[in-house]
């Protein structure tokens, strides 16, 4: 775990009655994820330090110091999901490291030598991966390697000094023992980088997603679980008031609780998000707080039916109800790193209106402005097409979006 996310929470203590947005990821979810983000890895890999290399080959000793990965390119992941961990075995990724080296001859005429150079090899190999939920950052997962097995293969090194005669002697010895050396000394080192990098991402999620407006933030603390091969993230999902100045989240709703699904609400697709109608009422409840664009007072209440979400809005003057589409939009939050998806509320329609609705237009197009800005979201949805994920009403509570 690189850090702990320092917000402190209304509510510390959650379990799975408090989670109201699920995701699901398939293995084959799982593959297209970990591919996707895989080729982001270069950047992070630049900045792993491998320790100095001291070779003594036939009457030369040499130091390799200053050694940096420069350039890397990975083939697909293949995935094992199960019950406790997932297996992760890939091939021929490519990697280069660039160093400096000084040479020194241990007799005479004790020759010395400087410059720079290139190694460049094949890795492959499979590690086990764990979760581990710390109680210090609850709700927060990184990964733990429960087993790694790695393997150096087409080792090369190029060298640039003013003896070239003597790299071309030694170099056959010289990058046979930096293969060895590689898959004993330098291995561990990569292994850990690499799960690193996979609790970077994690890291980068914090525990709390941003909406559009200032200061209200969903609370994405997570419950993981691994069931019938399924990755299973299940979030609370509220949206609350994010103060900034003291890394507080308040104004949980203690009485929102999940509410379990009259069905199966599983698909086939690879990626899946399913949320309870408590999140959007929740999203309702805060903008009209804190966000409020209307002169008068009012009360909003939704309801889940197979065409849509019914707005059901009693305000002073009138009462009316409004059909809203719930879509899954996704934006970029950082280059490279991750994603925000928002399961935006849309306006569709009027259904109706009593008391004085001569303004009722007006009023729908400053709802469906105020609705973009407060509707739910969820981050890290990096490997989706959120333009072709497919929504279902399961029921009453449940909504769900199937993403490939």
């Known amino acids: 775990l690189l850090d702990c996310n320092p917000t402190t929470y209304e509510k510390d203590e959650f379990d799975l009655t408090d989670t109201m947005l699920d995701v699901t990821i398939t293995p084959e979810g799982l593959a297209q994820y970990a591919n996707i983000n895989v080729h982001y890895a270069e950047t992070y890999l630049q900045k792993v330090t491998i320790p100095d290399i001291q070779a ?5 000793t040499m130091m390799f110091n200053d050694i940096k990965i420069s350039r890397a390119s990975f083939s697909d992941f293949i995935f094992q999901v199960m019950d ?35 190694f460049s090899f094949t890795l492959g190999g499979a590690i086990e991966v764990g979760k581990n939920e710390t109680p210090a950052c609850k709700g927060h997962l990184n990964l733990v390697a429960m087993g790694m097995k790695l393997l150096i293969t087409d080792f090369m090194v190029k060298l640039d000094g003013q003896l070239a005669f003597i790299y071309d002697a030694i170099l056959i010895p010289l990058t046979d023992f930096l293969q060895k050396e590689f898959n004993t000394a330098i291995q561990p080192l990569l292994a850990a980088a690499f799960i690193g990098l996979g609790n970077t991402e994690l890291d980068l999620l914090d525990v709390w997603s941003l909406t559009n407006v200032e200061n209200l933030n969903v609370d994405q603390r997570w419950i993981v679980a691994i069931e019938d091969l399924n990755i299973i993230a299940r979030s609370i999902g509220q949206v609350d008031l994010f103060l900034n100045e003291t890394m507080e989240m308040t104004e949980h709703n203690y009485s929102m609780k999940r509410i379990r699904p009259k069905r199966n609400m599983l698909s086939n697709h690879p990626f899946q998000y399913s949320i309870q109608i408590d999140v959007f009422q929740k999203a309702l409840q805060m903008m009209l707080k804190h966000h409020n664009p209307f002169e008068e007072n009012m009360n909003l209440t939704s309801a889940f039916y197979k065409t849509g979400m019914v707005l059901s809005i009693d305000a002073e003057k009138f009462s009316s109800q409004f059909l809203l589409d719930l879509t899954m939009v996704t934006e970029i939050m950082a280059p490279a790193l991750y994603n925000r998806s928002q399961f935006r509320m849309v306006f569709k329609e009027i259904l109706n209106c009593v008391g004085e609705c001569q303004n009722i237009q007006q009023f729908a197009k400053q709802m469906e402005q105020a609705l973009k800005e407060v509707s739910p979201c969820y981050t890290n949805t990096n490997g989706i097409d959120s333009e072709n994920c497919v929504r279902i009403f399961v029921d009453s509570n449940w909504v769900r979006f199937g993403c490939d």
Not at 56 to 60: A, G
Not at 95 to 116: A, H
Request: hydrophobic residues 40%; glycine residues 8%.
């Open 56 to 60: 003594n080959i036939m009457v030369f």
């Open 84 to 118: 406790k961990g997932i297996n992760a075995n890939f091939d021929k990724w490519k990697l280069e490291m660039i160093f400096q080296f000084n040479l020194r001859q241990n007799m005479y005429p004790y020759m010395e030598d400087s410059g720079q150079g290139k």
